[in-house]
DNA sequence: TTCAATTTCGTACGCTGTACGAAGATGTCA
DNA sequence: TGACATCTTCGTACAGCGTACGAAATTGAA
């Protein structure tokens, strides 16, 4: 009951990141700390905005301190008086990111409404595929992913799944989404690395591959891989893969809620 | 049809990791180079269960070139002699851990089946999480990963799917004990991270929380982490999560097949 | 006008992967 | 046996990373 809100010997154990990522719905928009001293030549949401421009252009890697500094012909250092780190830098741009979808209409059709929470998470990190990378503490407690999350609820609300269920069934539809999208990444990632399409590779390592592998035998690997390789000219389709394993999620979720309440 | 295989202006475009991951199954067993020059002091498979201990322990960013020299007293550039590159050695080490499992029998019973593939995937994932942030170039191609798919690829067999959905299935069923695993260390790193558990971050953070969004709305999002709050204490349980996600998808895999041939 | 507060940023440190080249060890051949 | 080719080992060095530190510049308030 203090008047002074933060005791030397009990300091504040609240999270920094989180006062940032509400910088722009707060009661008192930006604590004015003090007037004094010179302006920031740039605002905070300009320096996320350059590094998700950045992110999306040439990956998360090359998303350093300093290259977002010069994008603004500033030094390096400048940047850690609008972030304390680089990891709270990428909460930023992870909230900040998602803020740029606009959230659709929810359709009355359950299947419709699964469906499409799956597919904007998977156009989104279409868009925006570093999201996959950043891993860091809690940045879903962002307003704009509070926002999406909130949606996402609504799209399984009324289905007759528990509190609890629901959650678990947009995290499903969520790291499928996700995972479909790593496939593609990797398979995008290989083409670079390699410099050859996926056809080429193969018939790069054809003759390698089946003298290496000559003392092992794989017929349901072979015989799906070959099945694989007619249907698409690659190992995998990410895009079908999409669109089978949504159907078999949404089938499988709609079942149990036909189960639990039939009628 | 030429005696050299390989020729200046037409190079190698193998994968030169290829031959690396098979270098114990491959027909001339170490191709021999030459006799000349001192011997290895460690085997290559010793560097790599060494890099695999150290990934276990310390996580992936642990795993640099001179600490796993040091642990053999051995120069950082001596590895440069077994390995190209660390990423090389990242693959090795996928392939390599993967192989330390062992593949249970497959029960009978379809739902079984398809559970066993995605729980042996989660515990796999919990003992070697690094394993997640190994997104190589084709790491799938290795001789225990290729074990790994047939056995995978066998779990789905006999079920009434096409090839193509076969390979998709078993890629669900990874991908969501993946996801599982992710849900888990993000927990864990949260906690490391700021050195609180997660009930004692919410309660620290309780008080900035409620003002930052005080201007917001989340009907469902409060009603759902109130039940997830009270059901665990934790914002979310990975394990329940695990056999709620799970059961969903093998239900809709097990629908699919049923309704493809009834009988 | 003075001063405190704030932003800017040059320099530096420790860390990374790894290119380069020297030094040492070993087997083969004359 | 001596000479040599081939291999392993590894010290040094470099560029690039995040960021700690502290000085300089800038601004509003007293």
Redesign the interface.
């Known amino acids: 009951m203090s008047v002074v809100p933060e005791q030397p010997d009990h300091p504040d ?3 920094p990141s ?2 940032l ?2 910088r722009h ?3 008192s928009p930006e604590e004015p700390k003090s007037k004094r001293g010179p302006k920031q030549k740039v605002s905070l949401d300009e320096v996320v905005d350059a590094a998700i421009d950045l992110a999306d252009a040439e990956g998360l890697p090359a998303v350093t301190m300093r290259a977002i500094a010069q994008r603004f012909g500033l030094g390096a250092m400048t940047l850690y008086s609008y972030v304390p780190n680089r990891d709270a830098l990428l909460v930023l741009m992870a909230d900040q990111a998602t803020g740029r979808a606009v959230l659709p209409e929810l359709p009355e059709d359950p299947r419709k409404r699964l469906e499409l929470v799956a597919r904007l998470q998977y156009d989104e990190l279409r868009a925006h595929p570093w999201l996959l990378e950043v ?1 860091d ?2 940045p879903w ?1 962002g ?1 704009n992913m ?2 999406r ?2 949606w996402q ?2 799209a399984v ?1 009324g289905l007759g799944l ?8 947009v ?2 539809l969520m ?2 989404a ?2 479909i999208v ?2 593609e ?2 398979l995008r ?2 083409e670079k ?2 410099g ?1 399409t996926e056809a080429e ?1 193969w018939a ?2 054809y ?3 089946s ?6 035998h ?4 072979n ?2 891989g070959t ?2 390789g007619e ?1 698409y000219q690659a190992a ?1 389709d990410p895009a ?2 999409l669109d ?2 949504l ?7 709609l ?2 809620v036909a189960e639990g309440s039939p009628d």
């Open positions: 154990q609240s999270d989180l006062r990522l509400w719905r707060t009661a891993q503490v809690r407690l307003p509070s926002d999350y909130e609820l609504q609300d528990s509190d609890l269920e629901m959650d678990q069934t995290a499903v790291g499928f996700g995972n790593r496939s990444q990797m990632r290989a690395v390699t050859m590779w790069a390592n003759d390698t591959l003298e290496v592998m000559a003392g092992s794989y017929p349901l690997a015989r799906v099945a694989a249907a995998t079908r893969e089978y394993g159907a078999r999620i949404i089938d499988g979720v079942a149990h």
